[in-house]
């Protein structure tokens, strides 16, 4: 029983043990994650993604849009209100 009050044997076997199985274990589970998202990516067919990724893009105007914003606000009638403040605690 003399190896049974040796520090390594008590606490440095088990930890050892705890960080490979702990690594063993990650290791499947982060392979068991890529698969399902594999199999998640790969559900769409090609006629699918096709069709997502050639969409139309639209055109986008800095200057067309300033001049619908314009029309929709009316710049030239507008009051300033002041925004209520919270009440100040005592």
Known sequence: MAWYSNPFFKFGIPMFTTLVLGSLG????????VEMRDERK?????DEIAK????P????DIHGELRR???????DEWDQV???RPEAEA
């Open 42 to 46: 790969h559900k769409l067919t090609g």
């Open 57 to 60: 893009k639209q055109q986008f």
């Open 26 to 33: 990650l290791r499947e589970l982060m392979s068991l994650r």
């Open 69 to 75: 914003l314009s029309a929709e606000m009316d710049l």
């Open 52 to 55: 997502m990724t050639n969409k």
């Open 82 to 84: 002041r925004a209520p």
